[in-house]
Each structure stands twice: as structure tokens, then as C-alpha cells.
């Protein structure tokens, strides 16, 4: 999790109203005729005064959760609950900057920027991991911004979807998937820190919940459809891309002659997920 | 006569940090007189404590009590823990009962799941001490990260005095010099 983007002072927008007041008032005056000159630049939001607080400790680095622990959001979940009171909090916070001394850049941003914050970086930790992009080529960097919220709503979805899919014993279905997946992804970590290999034990959580979205999507197309040939079919071509997405971030945590040793039990865990798609009716 | 009592400074906040936590626990403990299904007990109860594990950590920590805590990956890969937090005006300038309200049922909370977690022990039910489980990792998280950024913003602030009194002290020393 970080924040990696520069927030400005949260303030009321009146300045800019009244800017547009003068702009409007100055154009009618002026006759038609006239051009409208350039939007003026905005006044310069005052950033935070570093002097007063020497402990603002958010030096925002120049770096893309998260992270955090972070967090995941299943995008229709924090809408509801956070809506009505991000207004209140919003206009709250903006009553309050002029309360505190000098506060930090995230200490005093409205609700909603952080709700937004957190779901962008889903998106985009996704696209990273999951879809062809340059960012691949550089595996230690493409994952900074962790986050254990897309990992967590796609662990659920998955265990969701094979439990409404089985007819029987669904509770056990849904419990055993989910204990599957997150003791898996656990054990799989551990794997490749005791082969000596340099990765973040939540970062490479993160990474494989990530990576189980093919399996996410396979499994729903094996919901809707029964047939066992396509099943198969399905499985195994999301399954391929589950594992492509996850071999350069692996493969480059360790060292090259141990890469098969860290690579084959992640592709263990996402075959037996497979066969359980599979073998759900 | 009494001066009047202080009250909560952001009722709306308080209410939210103490919503989703009651609401999980409540949910968890009354779901078994109605549902009969492990999975909504489970999806919803761990979605509850998710959601107040995203609350007190984006929301009330920062309104309540000035604190914030992440993690962030450095350049050279390593991961870094770090902290944020309000100027010590600021800090004393908090509202007393809010901080009170958002440690302690910060606290109870993560007693009660530990409560619960004995339960289904005793009872041998793995997956209910699973749900449990979750839930109070994800409250023993924010203990955690909160405590330790109390420390730091204190440590940082006595950094401060100390280096403010240095200072001041160098600078009275050399007035003193120069009217010498």
C-alpha cells in the first residue's frame, strides 16, 4: 500500500467559483467581439508546511498496496456503506484543515478520495498481473503497491461460485476452497523464502491471489456450463494463464538453478483448484 | 458548578468505527438462530470485519485519534513500514472520548473474537474457529499497526523537544557570547 500520489490541501472550492464569477462577469463586459483570455492558472493550493510539523513523515516517495495491508474492496461493497457518510466526512474534513496546525498530505483527505485510491490500485495491480504488459518485464517493480483486497474477492468469489455450483455439502465445499487457497498461497510464500529467494511475504501473497482470477472466470464459465469436455477445456486454458502470470514474478524471486523448485508447486496448487472446477457438479 | 462534559467530537465516525465491528460479532454469534448455511455466515461475517479493518484504518484512526500506519516496498525491494501522523498540537487537541471510544473497543473487539475462537475450539468446529480466525487477525492487525505508531509519533515528538531544547540552547549559548 502507498501513496504514491500528491494530494493537494483539501479545500473549499470557493476560489474557484469565484474565479469562474470574474472570468463570466469579465466576458460580458468585455463585448462580444473580444476573445476571453486564457483561463488564469488556479492559485497555488498551499502544499503542507514542512517546517512546523518535522515529523510529517509521508515524504511521498516517487514509488507507483494496498497497500496495505491491506485491503481489497469488491467494487459494489464500499459504495453503500461509505457513501452517505464520505459527503459528511468530506465537508467534515474540509471544515477541519483550517483546525489543525499544518496536518499531512493522507491524514486529512475526504473518505471518498481513499475509497477511489484503493479501488484504482485494484484495478491496476489486476492489469499488471494478470494482462500482457510492459510493466512484466520488470517483475520486482510491477507489484509495489500490494494489496490483499483483490486477492481476498477473488478467493471468496472462487469459493463461492464452486460452492453454489456443487449440489451437495456446500458449506464444506466453500471452507475447504477457501482454506485451500489461503493456506496455499501462505505455504507457497514460505516456499520460495526458505529456497533463499527475495520476495515480500505479502507481496507475493498478493501476487497469487491476483493470479487466480482466470481460475475465477474459468470457474464461472464451468457454473453456467455442465458439460464435461468443455470443462476440461476451459480449465485447462485458464489455468495456463494463471500460470503464465505468475512465472516471471516467481521465477525472478529466486535464484535461476532453483526456479523449477519454486515454480512447480504453484502450479500444483492451481491444477488441484482445476480439478476441483472440474470435478464439482 | 461542573464545567460541561466533553463530548464526542465526531459522533458520525465513532458510530461507523463501532458499526461494523458490533455488526460482524452480532452477526456471527444470532446467524446461527437463523441461517442455516456456513458460507453466508462465513462471506458475510468476514466481510464485515474487512470492511471495519478498512474503516478504523483509512478512517477513524485518522479522524479520531490523528494516526495513520501503511506499508510501502522501497526501491531496493525491501518492505517498509511506515507512519504517519498529526503535529503534538494537534494530537493534544484531540478529543479525549474519541481516542477512549477507539482504543478500547479496538480492544474489546479483539477479546470478544478470542472469546468466540475458545468457543468453537472447545466445540471442535474448524470451520467456525476459521472465521474467527480471520476476523481476529485482521483486528490484531490494526492493534498492531496502531500501537506502534503511537510509539513513533511519541518517539518523534520527544526527538523534537529534545533537538527544539538543543537548539534553543546552542542559540542562548552564542547571545551570550557574542554580548560578551
Request: charged letters at 15%; a positive charge; hydrophobic letters at 50%.
Given at each position: 500500500m502507498s501513496h504514491n500520489d500528491t494530494i493537494p490541501l483539501y479545500q473549499s472550492s470557493q476560489s474557484d467559483i469565484d474565479e469562474i464569477e470574474n472570468m463570466m462577469n469579465a466576458g460580458f463586459q468585455s463585448g462580444p467581439g473580444t476573445v476571453l483570455p486564457a483561463r488564469p492558472p488556479s492559485p497555488i493550493r498551499p502544499s503542507i508546511p514542512v517546517s512546523s510539523s518535522p515529523f510529517v513523515q509521508s515524504n511521498l516517495p516517487p514509488l507507483?498496496?494496498?497497500?496495505?495491508?491491506?485491503?481489497?474492496?469488491?467494487?459494489?461493497?464500499?459504495?453503500?456503506?461509505?457513501?452517505?457518510?464520505?459527503?459528511?466526512?468530506?465537508?467534515?474534513?474540509?471544515?477541519?484543515?483550517?483546525?489543525?496546525?499544518?496536518?499531512?498530505?493522507?491524514?486529512?483527505?475526504?473518505?471518498?478520495?481513499?475509497?477511489?485510491?484503493?479501488?484504482?490500485?485494484?484495478?491496476?495491480?489486476?492489469?499488471?498481473?494478470?494482462?500482457?504488459?510492459?510493466?512484466?518485464?520488470?517483475?520486482?517493480?510491477?507489484?509495489?503497491?500490494?494489496?490483499?483486497?483483490?486477492?481476498?474477492?477473488?478467493?471468496?468469489?472462487?469459493?463461492?461460485?464452486?460452492?453454489?455450483?456443487?449440489?451437495?455439502?456446500?458449506?464444506?465445499?466453500?471452507?475447504?476452497?477457501?482454506?485451500?487457497?489461503?493456506?496455499?498461497?501462505?505455504?507457497?510464500?514460505?516456499?520460495?523464502?526458505?529456497?533463499?529467494?527475495?520476495?515480500?511475504?505479502?507481496?507475493?501473497?498478493?501476487?497469487?491471489?491476483?493470479?487466480?482470477?482466470?481460475?475465477?472466470?474459468?470457474?464461472?464459465?464451468?457454473?453456467?456450463?455442465?458439460?464435461?469436455?468443455?470443462?476440461?477445456?476451459?480449465?485447462?486454458?485458464?489455468?495456463?494463464?494463471?500460470?503464465?502470470?505468475?512465472?516471471?514474478?516467481?521465477?525472478?524471486?529466486?535464484?535461476?538453478?532453483?526456479k523449477a523448485l519454486a515454480l512447480y508447486p504453484v502450479f500444483l496448487m492451481y491444477v488441484s483448484v482445476g480439478f476441483l472446477i472440474i470435478a464439482i457438479d | 458548578m461542573q464545567p460541561p462534559v466533553e463530548n464526542y467530537a465526531n459522533p458520525n465516525t465513532c458510530l461507523f468505527h463501532v458499526l461494523f465491528k458490533g455488526a460482524a460479532l452480532a452477526f456471527y454469534i444470532l446467524s446461527a438462530l437463523f441461517f442455516n448455511s456456513f458460507v453466508i455466515i462465513f462471506v458475510v461475517t468476514v466481510l464485515l470485519a474487512a470492511l471495519d479493518f478498512w474503516v478504523v484504518k483509512n478512517v477513524s484512526g485518522r479522524i479520531l485519534v490523528g494516526l495513520r500506519w501503511w506499508n510501502e516496498i522501497n526501491d531496493l525491494g525491501e518492505s517498509v513500514w511506515k507512519f504517519e501522523s498529526l503535529d503534538q498540537e494537534s494530537l493534544a487537541r484531540m478529543n479525549k472520548k474519541d481516542s477512549w471510544l477507539f482504543w478500547w473497543t479496538l480492544y474489546l473487539a479483539a477479546a470478544a473474537w478470542l472469546i468466540l475462537g475458545v468457543f468453537s475450539l472447545i466445540r471442535f468446529q474448524a470451520d467456525y474457529l476459521l472465521v474467527v480466525g480471520v476476523c481476529l487477525s485482521l483486528n490484531a492487525a490494526n492493534i498492531i499497526g496502531f500501537t506502534k505508531c503511537k510509539k513513533d509519533a511519541k518517539k518523534q515528538f520527544q526527538q523534537f523537544a529534545s533537538q527544539t531544547i538543543a537548539s534553543r540552547f546552542q542559540s542562548t549559548v552564542q547571545s551570550a557570547f557574542t554580548l560578551v
Open positions: 507507483p498496496p494496498s497497500s496495505s495491508s491491506a485491503a481489497q474492496k469488491a467494487t459494489p461493497v464500499p459504495a453503500p456503506p461509505s457513501l452517505p457518510p464520505a459527503v459528511n466526512f468530506g465537508s467534515s474534513e474540509g471544515s477541519k484543515t483550517t483546525g489543525f496546525g499544518s496536518p499531512p498530505n493522507t491524514l486529512t483527505e475526504p473518505v471518498w478520495d481513499t475509497v477511489k485510491r484503493d479501488l484504482s490500485r485494484i484495478v491496476s495491480n489486476l492489469k499488471l498481473v494478470v494482462f500482457p504488459n510492459p510493466n512484466r518485464e520488470d517483475p520486482g517493480k510491477a507489484l509495489r503497491d500490494w494489496d490483499l483486497w483483490g486477492p481476498f474477492f477473488f478467493i471468496v468469489f472462487l469459493g463461492l461460485t464452486l460452492s453454489w455450483s456443487a449440489s451437495v455439502k456446500k458449506s464444506e465445499v466453500f471452507a475447504v476452497a477457501f482454506a485451500l487457497l489461503a493456506a496455499g498461497a501462505v505455504i507457497l510464500t514460505l516456499n520460495v523464502l526458505l529456497l533463499g529467494g527475495h520476495i515480500i511475504f505479502f507481496q507475493s501473497l498478493s501476487l497469487l491471489g491476483y493470479c487466480l482470477f482466470p481460475l475465477d472466470v474459468g470457474a464461472v464459465i464451468c457454473m453456467l456450463k455442465d458439460n464435461v469436455i468443455l470443462k476440461m477445456i476451459v480449465v485447462a486454458v485458464t489455468l495456463a494463464w494463471s500460470s503464465w502470470a505468475a512465472y516471471p514474478f516467481m521465477s525472478a524471486a529466486v535464484n535461476p538453478r532453483r | -
